[in-house]
């Protein structure tokens, strides 16, 4: 446990042919902090970067509290006050998104990029039946009138595969199921016809079977339209199935970002592997868990053939403030690493 | 349908209610310890004329006995006779309503219309020095003693600066009251054309109203500020900004009806300030409605007059109830489709 | 930003540097997270700190009306009832410094002589109303069924009424004595405890943990009284505080109204009542000295009570 080869020698490869196409999205250095308790700024999201090509599925996972969802509010200029973005730099379709005018963001969000929510019941509005919503969206983005914003709504209910649409139109939120909820919004972010969808754990509180169905409809949306994803999740399986790329998270920074395959196959980063390591397989034994020695945290080092330690969290804390930096490991494999070894190391 | 039986429930719920405040009025009246009778016939009766007083009310006869001929009473709108006016309690309850009604609508369109937009207001710049003024003259306001505050407008504003008229009644000794149409002085002067009674009745209301209203805007402002701060950090709220409508348009369409919502469901807390509230401020500015008809009963030990009065405010008080949850299972769809 | 990262964010179509945008934030300098944490108090101390300020004016508020309360007899600078027929109506001055009342009688004496009162009455009305409320509410919202059904009609009956009236109606029947205006407001606030008790028992009794007792063979009246009523308590004694508030401004709106206690006896309701009457013609201390008294006490009772709801509150 103590001490990690890289299986593959380290190669910092700066003549890799970049991205063909233009990235759809970039994220650059990004850094969300939110006021601690003593009124101080507290970074939850620390130097994160990566691009999106259009078409392509990224997936970010990591534990609560990495800083995913922050990521992908940032994304969107939805940072919510007293958080702030502190600095990074974020573009959408070649648009600057932070410090952008409220305008500017309105003019992305919904049109360029959307984004569905976690608990899809709560983020429709109680008050409003769906066709309300849909038509309202239609309205905004489209320029519709009235009875053809509905007409639209109707066929929109019915490209999500709403059984039946006619009814579902009158209903209220609290009348829909939660993976009905989630169709609907899918249906508004559709409405709006962006080129980025962020979906943020939709289908935490779904039913498995529901789950599958709305992944189904979103893989179905990305070949029929060439919509790109980012998808955030703490489950590996869904990643699995639906992602290009994996970017891992943990306490607001990004440690490591592979091809899935790549990373299935040839994770570096501890914690990754210990993220690989829950996943239950039921063709193996559950591996046993070591509740004797306590928990620590490995960090990559950049020198002295790139040791992991196991140290502390105090110490992590020390080591974080040596600003580590992606190191890529294999063509496209990208692993944060500190450059310099840790102050106090601990077994 | 659903709504239907909810109505329904709603309205037999209220009937049981109703019921029960008679009741309740009754025991307050016949079975507390206290002694109505001699109550009724004042510190200095003799022992003769409190027996007396207490054959003629009934209280001789068996307790189910007084019970029925009270519910018979009630339900013919008999509430008894004054001994001040020496006219039934009804009608003498039913001729001072609009005053109280006039007083209190003004006073209620005060509190909320200022309330409300503070609360708002406060909501949307949490944190900031407004937030933070709003919310100290919030708990200020809620330890006012109602009837200290009024006597202070009064000492200011007629005393020192004389700019409001005497505070006694609802027009001015000269001028005649306009043709009775609502009862309220200044829709019926409005109605009749008649600026001067207008003009003159309004410069009557505004310190009562000042004062009650004053007193009714703290639960306006807390409830407005704390709902509209649930509804503005809510997830629609946050979705719909994802799809890039924009704030002005997400505070109007999506926050504020529902942070209305909320404060629907404490309409019947203000309502119940303003009706315990009318008492306190009829009382110092000597105006005619039902709260200084029972003041003077309280002082003249008119034991009738009394009773009519709780039993009326509380019958309002129900129905007014009934009217809130009744809007409020119209407008909110989770209550109209459960 | 060094060599290997340039290469890695341009392997990746980065934008080649970072873009500050808060001028106050330098990127260079790190967060402060590893600097000392503040220890566990201070941390406590600076998280209520918006609230902190009104809880040490609403403890001053308290304290003072309760200095008057304990030590009044020996803080007055004359008798609170006896008159003076050289100093009648006297404004406020250096002898007097809240003036006199109509037979002169030292108001900031009768003042501090109606604490003790008034605190009395609003402390014994809101004992009442908390331990018949809660009991009532706990058993009600415990048994549930048709005894909380029976329950619930009779608190709607009793909240049918504005607690004030309901006091008022009550108290003039009883006729005015110091006791039956306890009882009475006491009366208009039990439900209000009952109808809260009871709503926090109807939650509890479905937790995990009082499920968790039954099964480890409690017996329900020990589960009831052990387990759910502590936790039921937090929010009914800061409800109790605001009761104490409440009672105050209850108390002495119904002596205002001449209900309840009646003068001479010095009470706060009592002293802006007697008042009244020459705020007109301009001897505006006689009143607004006493409302001022009854507005620092209820200020003071609603604060904390403010602040013990926001912090005991299922926190």
């Known amino acids: 446990m103590a001490v990690f080869t890289p299986a593959a020698p380290v190669v910092a490869s700066p003549g890799l042919a970049p991205e063909k196409a233009p990235p759809l999205a970039e994220v650059a250095n990004l850094t969300v902090a939110f006021p601690s308790p003593d009124s101080r700024m507290s970074a939850v999201v620390r130097e994160v970067g990566f691009s999106l090509a259009p078409h392509e599925s990224l997936a970010l996972v990591g534990e609560s509290g990495s800083g995913k969802t922050q990521t992908a509010l940032a994304m969107l200029g939805l940072t919510r006050p007293p958080g702030r973005v502190m600095a990074g730099s974020v573009r959408i379709g070649g648009q600057e998104i932070v410090g952008a005018s409220e305008s500017t963001l309105r003019r992305i969000r919904g049109s360029q990029a959307a984004m569905i929510f976690q608990s899809p019941r709560t983020a429709l509005n109680p008050l409003k039946t769906v066709g309300d919503h849909l038509s309202r969206v239609y309205r905004r983005h489209s320029g519709l009138d009235k009875r053809r914003a509905q007409e639209q709504a109707l066929a929109m209910l019915e490209r999500v595969g709403m059984t039946a649409p006619e009814r579902v139109l009158r209903a209220y939120p609290h009348q829909l199921s939660g993976g009905m909820a989630q169709r609907v919004m899918i249906g508004m972010m559709l409405a709006c016809n962006p080129c980025l969808l962020i979906a943020d754990e939709p289908t935490t509180g779904l039913d498995v079977t529901i789950q599958s169905q709305i992944f189904a409809l979103i893989r179905d949306i990305q070949a029929e339209t060439g919509l790109a994803l980012i998808l955030i999740t703490h489950d590996l399986g869904v990643v699995a199935e639906n992602c290009d790329r994996i970017a891992v998270m943990q306490r607001g920074r990004l440690v490591e970002l592979a091809p899935t395959a790549a990373l299935f196959a040839q994770a570096r980063h501890p914690y990754t592997l210990r993220l690989l390591a829950s996943i239950l397989r039921p063709d193996q034994p559950p591996q046993p868990i070591d509740l004797d020695t306590p928990v620590v945290d490995e960090v990559p080092i950049e020198n002295a053939g790139h040791a992991w330690r196991a140290i502390s969290v105090d110490a992590w804390k020390a080591l974080d403030a040596t600003r580590p930096e992606m190191i890529e490991v294999a063509p496209g494999h990208f692993v944060l690493c500190h450059p310099e070894p840790p102050v106090e190391a601990q077994p | ?338 | 930003m060094s060599a290997t990262t340039r290469a890695a964010t341009a392997a990746l179509g980065y934008p080649p540097a970072a873009m500050p945008v808060d001028p106050a934030w330098d990127p260079e300098e790190d967060l402060p997270t590893a600097e000392t944490e503040p220890t566990r108090w201070q941390r406590a101390w600076r998280f209520t700190r918006p609230s902190r300020a009104s809880l040490a004016v609403g403890l001053a508020a308290i304290g003072l009306i309760a200095v008057f309360a304990i030590f009044g007899p020996w803080l007055t600078p004359y008798d609170p009832n006896t008159p003076d027929p050289s100093a009648i109506t006297a404004p406020p001055s250096s002898q007097h410094w809240l003036g006199t009342d109509q037979y002169g009688r030292d108001v900031l004496s009768r003042i501090i002589a109606a604490a003790r009162l008034d605190l009395t009455v609003a402390v014994s009305i809101t004992a009442l109303a908390l331990l018949a409320g809660s009991l009532i509410g706990a058993v009600s919202g415990f048994l549930g069924g048709r005894v909380d059904d029976v329950v619930m009609r009779f608190i709607d009956v009793l909240l049918a009424f504005p607690a004030f009236i309901l006091a008022l109606g009550i108290t003039a029947m009883l006729g005015n004595e110091t006791r039956f205006v306890v009882v009475a407001v006491a009366i208009a606030y039990t439900p209000y405890f009952t109808r809260l008790v009871r709503g926090e028992m109807l939650t509890l009794r479905e937790s995990e943990f009082a499920q968790a007792a039954l099964c480890a063979g409690n017996r329900r009246p020990r589960i009831l009284l052990y387990h759910l009523l502590p936790n039921a308590l937090p929010p009914a004694l800061a409800q109790a505080t605001l009761t104490l508030g409440w009672g105050i401004l209850d108390v002495a709106g119904l002596s205002f109204l001449g209900v309840g206690i009646t003068p001479p006896t010095p009470e706060w309701g009592v002293l802006v009542a007697d008042g009244a009457q020459y705020v007109n013609s301009g001897q505006w201390w006689i009143s607004v000295f006493p409302g001022i008294a009854i507005l620092i006490a209820v200020l003071g009772f609603n604060l904390v009570g403010d602040w013990l709801r926001d912090n005991l509150w299922r926190r």
């Open chain 2, 1 to 338: 349908m659903t709504l239907r039986w909810y109505l329904l429930r709603r309205l037999g719920l209220a009937a049981v209610t109703l019921v029960g405040v008679i009741f309740a009025v009754f025991f307050m009246t016949r079975v507390l310890p206290g002694d109505p009778a001699s109550v009724k016939a004042g510190a200095y009766a003799t022992e003769e004329a409190r027996a007396a007083i207490a054959r003629e009310m009934g209280l001789d006869k068996p307790v189910p006995v007084q019970l029925t001929t009270y519910l018979g009473n009630i339900l013919q709108g008999d509430f008894g006779t004054s001994t001040r006016s020496g006219q039934p309690v009804r009608q003498d309850l039913l001729s001072r309503l609009p005053a109280t009604v006039e007083l209190a609508l003004f006073s209620l369109m005060l509190a909320a219309l200022v309330g409300i937009p503070l609360g708002v207001w406060a909501a949307v710049r949490q944190g900031s020095r407004v937030d933070a003024l709003v919310q100290q003259w919030t708990i200020l306001a809620a330890a006012l003693p109602l009837f200290w505050f009024g006597l202070v407008l009064i000492y200011l504003f007629y005393h020192v600066w004389g700019i409001a008229p005497p505070p006694v009644g609802r027009l001015d000794l000269g001028i005649p009251p306009p043709p009775a149409i609502t009862g309220l002085y200044t829709v019926d002067a409005l109605l009749s054309g008649n600026w001067a009674a207008f003009r003159n009745a309004l410069a009557h209301l505004a310190l009562p109203v000042l004062a009650l209203g004053v007193a009714t805007m703290s639960p306006f402002i807390k409830v407005a500020r704390s709902a509209m701060l649930d509804v503005m950090a809510s997830d629609y709220v946050l979705a719909a900004r994802s799809l890039g409508f924009s704030e002005r348009e997400v505070i109007w369409h999506d926050a504020l009806k529902n942070a209305l919502i909320g404060l629907l469901t404490v309409a019947g807390i203000v309502l119940g300030y303003l009706l315990a509230g009318n008492v306190l401020v009829e009382t110092i500015f000597a105006w005619p409605g039902i709260g200084f008809y029972a003041w003077n009963a309280l002082t003249g030990s008119d034991y009738d007059a009394i009773q009519g009065f709780v039993l009326t405010i509380a019958i309002i008080y129900v129905f007014l109830n009934l009217a809130i949850d009744v809007a409020y299972s119209l407008i909110d769809p989770r209550i109209r489709l459960r």
